[in-house]
């Protein structure tokens, strides 16, 4: 069965630091590119970032770029997003997703989530 | 920016048909995904591709897409259905992965 579960959720204060963990099993972790999506409280959802099955390529969105990079151990089968420089705008809980693509982009796996909350 | 537009709330009550709308500018070169929300749960695509349904799906959730504006339709719905629905797209350069709003059935 293919599970992917996150950690590393927690509190921190605007200005501060985090880093999410994804762990992948059932699933040949390297052969597919990975997304971080976001959903703030009573929100809906949004893309936050994706990487390419080898980590040689990464993409943001907009509202993240320059504060959060995203990064994967293919021998770890982990997929990880370091958050920097946190604002209250960022609090949501943040599912990793597997990609997948054939015309498009989508998302057919998710994990169950781990809440991030910045908070003064 | 690109956005997908679908109604807040659809209510129906039991074995009713449901039908859930999304509309977006590239929805006609794009292809359509819809994936459900459940109250505390990780979302589960549900469509795919306009109009195809993952395996483990039941026959009753059924996609289309005609012109800008995609529909789930979920053909007799069940008290479990309740949930909150969202389509996603990409806009027309395929750079950019948009979710809907999200749409909140209610089932009673």
């Known amino acids: 069965e293919v599970q992917l579960v996150e950690s590393g959720g927690g509190l921190v204060q605007p200005g501060g630091s985090l880093r999410l963990s994804c762990a992948a099993s059932g699933v040949t972790f390297s052969t597919y590119s990975m997304s971080w999506v976001r959903q703030a409280p009573g929100k809906g959802l949004e893309w936050v970032s994706r990487?390419?099955?080898?980590?040689?390529?990464?993409y943001y969105a907009d509202s993240v770029k320059g504060r959060f990079t995203i990064s994967r151990d293919n021998s770890k089968n982990t997929l990880y997003l370091q958050m920097n420089s946190l604002r209250a705008e960022d609090t949501a809980i943040y599912y990793c997703?597997?990609?997948?693509?054939?015309?498009?982009?989508?998302?057919?796996?998710w994990g169950r989530g781990t809440l991030v909350t910045v908070f003064s | 920016s690109y956005e997908l537009t679908q109604p807040p709330s659809v209510s129906v009550s039991p074995g009713q048909t449901a039908r859930i709308t999304c509309s977006g500018d590239?929805?006609?070169?794009?292809?359509a995904y819809w994936y459900q929300q459940k109250s505390g749960q990780a979302p589960v695509l549900v469509i795919y591709?306009?109009?195809k349904r993952p395996s483990g799906i039941p026959e009753r959730f059924s996609g289309s897409s005609s012109g800008t504006m995609a529909t789930l339709t979920i053909s007799g719905a069940q008290v479990e259905d309740e949930a909150d629905y969202y389509c996603?797209?990409?806009?027309?350069?395929?750079?950019?992965?948009?979710f809907g709003g999200g749409t909140k059935l209610t089932v009673l």
């Open positions: 591709e306009d109009t």
């Open positions: 990487i390419s099955g080898s980590g040689a390529a990464t």
């Open positions: 590239a929805l006609p070169k794009k292809y």
């Open positions: 997703a597997r990609d997948m693509y054939t015309v498009t982009w989508y998302f057919d796996l």
């Open positions: 996603y797209s990409t806009d027309s350069s395929g750079i950019h992965r948009v």
